[in-house]
């Protein structure tokens, strides 16, 4: 996987360069806006990561003009600013996500995994989801593990959907808000954590396999026994 | 005129001109007529004595044969003119003039009559109003009168020109008026919704000018000129605001990296990876801390985005369902009363924000086994949002303070918080025009936003 990386802040880059290729992605850096476009242009890759502030060319002007030119890769957006405007702006410069830094480094992985997945179609569109012997019938609004159903609020079933259409999949905190609860802020006290454990009740308690995983210091990702972590 | 339009102090003005004018029109035409009138009553009795003065003078040169004589002639000669004449004897017997009896008189004034005659004209009867005066001749009784048709015709005509006169002047100064008042208030209008786009953050608006150079173009003009200035410093606030979160982040960005890289080299149970880890919280604090900030400058500017239609009785049903575990955790009764959609124009972010602080603190400071309320009612014209909870409160003398940013209670120090919580919640409703009050919950603390609905 191929990712152009265009941010100024040349530390900052290296830091989120080196993790990107520990997770196996190839990066391509880019440290003003200019660079970034003509790169963007010459060569095809998988994914942008943009910061919003750039020397030459503004990064919202940067990803303008890659529309323009009918470039359909899909784009992260790093903002230093972070008010709700901004990332409005952000998205409607055609923008895909949007990160407020400073992030932690597990945040940015699981958004690049999320809009790869989301660009390759890896995303489950079936009415009927399965993760082992889980099963989350979306129109029917049903859950059973093992046959034996289980009772889940709406908001809790939301979640549940959520994380089994991404199997395998890391999920943040801040994912999560964005996506169930519609929140593009974060709230000071971590309610994801409690909400995630009252479902894990719910679905693994009782069974001998747990499915939902909390990873240390990034998200939740609902993963099939025996997949690799 | 309407109510409403009365309320235009121009329109009152607009008004009270009229009146005067009106007042002053009817008195200035009035005399006129009646003067008029006068003048014209004076003559008609002065051809009377007159022509009884000559005929006076024709009897005394040749007695009763004389006058009978000059009073057939002039029957003869005038009778067309409106003159009326006629001379009895001591017995009532007619000697002369052209009317056929002595008329039956109403109100006899002195020496002067007022009566109507009747006359044949074209085959049709006729009267004629005719004002004659007495006079005795030695036992003969002579009258001596003019028709006053003519003048009564003319004096009714004047009378209706008189009227029209008033009416026409009333109408136009109503036009005018109405014209006047419609356009200042036209002007004020605008003015007050420029100002409230102003108020509201758009603050690249300015005041109408028509370029007149009337004194509603002056004003217009030297609170643009404010208003300029005003722009020019907001501007460099919030630049300044966005080059120090680009700033500041920039630093943060950088530690985090470092730290993150380096935790990611020390074995996790390492005292130091604990210390780094408490490190990296301290970070998420403060950058909460300056998210916050960056979100009280925002809503202060204005908001940014274009409202959308919110629906506050949803949005507080939905973070009370985001809340509840955390408040069932906690021991607390978390309970929401908004069935009723309650819809607002605003901006659904800052929006959910305001509720979320508002439940974070409730959460934060009432005791276990405590109540927290969100209720949202709508009414026709306002939707309220109260978050009621039975904690600890604020004191009477600290409520208004606590709007300010970084202002907490002495007894709250040693609890986590920014002391910015409040602040945002007060620009948010500010932005969105609405009122928030802070009030005793008998016990704890109720926090009332009043929006006005869409």
Same mark, same amino acid.
């Given at each position: 996987?191929?990712?152009?990386?265009?941010?100024? *802040?040349?530390?900052?880059?290296?830091?989120?360069?080196?993790?990107?290729?520990?997770?196996?992605?190839?990066?391509?850096?880019?440290?003003?806006?200019?660079?970034?476009?003509?790169?963007?242009?010459?060569?095809?890759?998988?994914?942008?990561?943009?910061?919003?502030?750039?020397?030459?060319?503004?990064?919202?002007?940067?990803?303008?003009?890659?529309?323009?030119?009918?470039?359909?890769?899909?784009?992260?957006?790093?903002?230093?600013?972070?008010?709700?405007? *901004?990332?409005?702006?952000?998205?409607?410069?055609?923008?895909?996500?949007?990160?407020?830094?400073?992030?932690?480094?597990?945040?940015?992985?699981?958004?690049?995994?999320?809009?790869?997945?989301?660009?390759?179609?890896?995303?489950?569109?079936?009415?009927?989801?399965?993760?082992?012997?889980?099963?989350?019938?979306?129109?029917?609004?049903?859950?059973?593990?093992?046959?034996?159903?289980?009772?889940?609020?709406?908001?809790?079933?939301?979640?549940?959907?959520?994380?089994?259409?991404?199997?395998?999949?890391?999920?943040?905190?801040?994912?999560?808000?964005?996506?169930?609860?519609?929140?593009?802020?974060?709230?000071?006290?971590?309610?994801?954590?409690?909400?995630?454990?009252?479902?894990?009740?719910?679905?693994?308690?009782?069974?001998?396999?747990?499915?939902?995983?909390?990873?240390?210091?990034?998200?939740?990702?609902?993963?099939?026994?025996?997949?690799?972590? | 005129?309407?109510?409403?339009?009365?309320?235009?102090? !121009?329109?009152?003005?607009?008004?009270?001109?009229?009146?005067?004018?009106?007042?002053?029109?009817?008195?200035?035409?009035?005399?006129? %007529?009646?003067?008029?009138?006068?003048?014209?009553?004076?003559?008609?009795?002065?051809?009377?004595?007159?022509?009884?003065?000559?005929?006076?003078?024709?009897?005394?040169?040749?007695?009763?044969?004389?006058?009978?004589?000059?009073?057939?002639?002039?029957?003869?000669?005038?009778?067309?003119?409106?003159?009326?004449?006629?001379?009895?004897?001591?017995?009532?017997?007619?000697?002369?003039?052209?009317?056929?009896?002595?008329?039956?008189?109403?109100?006899?004034?002195?020496? /002067?009559?007022?009566?109507?005659?009747?006359?044949?004209?074209?085959?049709?009867?006729?009267?004629?109003?005719?004002?004659?005066?007495?006079?005795?001749?030695? $036992?003969?009784?002579?009258?001596? $009168? !003019?028709?006053?048709?003519?003048?009564?015709?003319?004096?009714?005509?004047?009378?209706?020109? !008189?009227? /029209?006169?008033?009416?026409?002047?009333?109408?136009?100064?109503?036009?005018?008026?109405? /014209?006047?008042?419609?356009?200042?208030?036209?002007?004020?209008?605008?003015?007050?919704?420029?100002?409230?786009?102003?108020?509201?953050?758009?603050?690249?608006?300015?005041?109408?000018?028509?370029?007149?150079?009337?004194? %509603?173009?002056?004003?217009?003009?030297?609170?643009?000129?404010?208003?300029?200035?005003?722009?020019?410093?907001?501007?460099?606030?919030?630049?300044? %605001?966005? #080059?120090?979160?680009?700033?500041?982040?920039?630093?943060?960005?950088?530690?985090?990296?470092?730290?993150?890289?380096?935790?990611?080299?020390?074995?996790?149970?390492?005292?130091? #990876?604990?210390?780094?880890?408490?490190?990296?919280? *301290?970070? *998420?604090?403060?950058?909460?801390?300056?998210?916050?900030?960056?979100?009280?400058?925002? =809503?202060?500017?204005?908001?940014?985005? =274009?409202?959308?239609?919110?629906?506050?009785?949803?949005?507080?049903?939905?973070?009370?369902?985001?809340?509840?575990?955390?408040?069932?955790?906690?021991?607390?009764?978390?309970?929401?009363?908004?069935?009723?959609? =309650?819809?607002?124009?605003?901006?659904?972010?800052?929006?959910?924000?305001?509720?979320?602080?508002?439940?974070?603190?409730?959460?934060?400071?009432?005791?276990?086994?405590?109540?927290?309320?969100?209720?949202?009612?709508?009414?026709?014209?306002?939707?309220?949002?109260?978050?009621?909870?039975?904690?600890?409160?604020?004191?009477?003398?600290?409520?208004?303070?606590?709007?300010?940013?970084?202002?907490?209670?002495?007894?709250?120090?040693?609890?986590?918080?920014?002391?910015?919580?409040?602040?945002?919640?007060?620009?948010?409703?500010?932005?969105?025009? $609405?009122?928030?009050?802070?009030?005793?919950?008998?016990?704890?603390?109720?926090?009332?936003?009043? %929006?006005?609905?869409?």
């Amino acid at each position: 996987m191929q990712i152009l990386l265009v941010e100024d *802040d040349v530390e900052a880059a290296r830091h989120v360069g080196s993790g990107l290729q520990e997770a196996g992605y190839e990066v391509q850096h880019c440290a003003d806006g200019a660079a970034g476009l003509a790169a963007a242009q010459a060569a095809r890759f998988d994914l942008l990561i943009v910061d919003r502030m750039l020397p030459h060319v503004d990064g919202l002007a940067l990803i303008g003009a890659l529309r323009q030119q009918g470039v359909p890769t899909p784009v992260l957006v790093l903002s230093a600013l972070g008010t709700v405007d *901004d990332r409005v702006e952000g998205l409607r410069a055609g923008g895909d996500d949007y990160l407020v830094k400073p992030f932690a480094l597990a945040e940015l992985l699981a958004r690049v995994e999320a809009l790869l997945r989301r660009a390759s179609g890896d995303v489950h569109h079936v009415g009927v989801l399965r993760v082992a012997d889980l099963e989350l019938n979306v129109l029917a609004r049903r859950v059973t593990r093992g046959g034996r159903e289980i009772a889940l609020t709406a908001k809790e079933f939301q979640l549940l959907e959520y994380l089994m259409r991404r199997v395998g999949q890391v999920v943040t905190r801040t994912m999560l808000l964005e996506s169930v609860w519609n929140l593009h802020f974060d709230p000071q006290t971590n309610l994801i954590d409690v909400h995630i454990s009252r479902l894990r009740q719910a679905i693994d308690r009782g069974f001998e396999v747990p499915l939902l995983h909390t990873i240390r210091g990034s998200g939740y990702v609902i993963r099939e026994p025996g997949a690799a972590p | 005129m309407s109510a409403p339009r009365l309320r235009s102090s !121009t329109a009152r003005l607009a008004l009270l001109y009229l009146c005067g004018v009106v007042v002053g029109v009817t008195a200035l035409l009035w005399t006129v %007529f009646l003067l008029t009138q006068r003048a014209m009553d004076r003559q008609v009795d002065l051809v009377i004595q007159t022509e009884i003065e000559s005929l006076r003078e024709d009897y005394r040169g040749g007695g009763l044969q004389r006058l009978v004589d000059v009073l057939d002639q002039r029957v003869d000669d005038w009778g067309r003119l409106g003159a009326v004449y006629l001379l009895l004897d001591p017995q009532g017997a007619q000697l002369a003039g052209n009317l056929s009896s002595w008329p039956h008189v109403l109100a006899p004034q002195g020496e /002067w009559r007022e009566f109507d005659i009747s006359a044949s004209e074209h085959g049709r009867e006729v009267r004629h109003p005719v004002r004659a005066a007495l006079v005795a001749l030695d $036992g003969n009784r002579l009258l001596v $009168g !003019t028709d006053l048709s003519e003048r009564r015709r003319f004096m009714g005509r004047l009378r209706t020109t !008189t009227i /029209w006169g008033i009416a026409l002047t009333a109408a136009l100064m109503a036009l005018t008026g109405w /014209w006047f008042s419609r356009r200042v208030a036209g002007r004020v209008r605008g003015v007050a919704q420029a100002c409230e786009r102003i108020i509201s953050g758009d603050l690249s608006r300015r005041l109408p000018l028509d370029q007149s150079f009337d004194e %509603f173009d002056q004003l217009a003009g030297a609170v643009n000129v404010m208003l300029d200035r005003i722009e020019h410093q907001t501007a460099a606030v919030r630049a300044t %605001f966005n #080059s120090a979160a680009h700033d500041l982040r920039g630093p943060l960005h950088r530690i985090r990296a470092r730290l993150e890289s380096v935790l990611h080299t020390v074995p996790a149970n390492d005292a130091r #990876s604990s210390a780094m880890e408490a490190t990296l919280a *301290d970070l *998420d604090r403060v950058q909460q801390t300056l998210a916050m900030l960056l979100q009280i400058a925002q =809503a202060e500017a204005g908001g940014g985005v =274009a409202p959308e239609p919110v629906d506050l009785a949803q949005l507080a049903r939905e973070l009370c369902e985001l809340y509840a575990p955390e408040a069932r955790e906690r021991g607390i009764h978390l309970a929401v009363h908004a069935l009723r959609p =309650a819809l607002v124009s605003g901006h659904q972010q800052l929006l959910a924000q305001l509720c979320t602080n508002l439940l974070e603190n409730a959460i934060k400071y009432v005791p276990g086994g405590g109540h927290v309320e969100i209720q949202v009612r709508g009414a026709e014209r306002h939707a309220q949002l109260i978050v009621g909870d039975d904690g600890p409160g604020i004191p009477d003398a600290a409520r208004e303070t606590m709007l300010l940013p970084f202002r907490r209670l002495e007894r709250d120090a040693a609890r986590p918080g920014s002391g910015l919580g409040l602040s945002l919640v007060a620009a948010v409703v500010r932005l969105h025009h $609405g009122r928030l009050e802070l009030s005793d919950n008998h016990p704890g603390l109720r926090v009332s936003c009043t %929006f006005p609905t869409i």
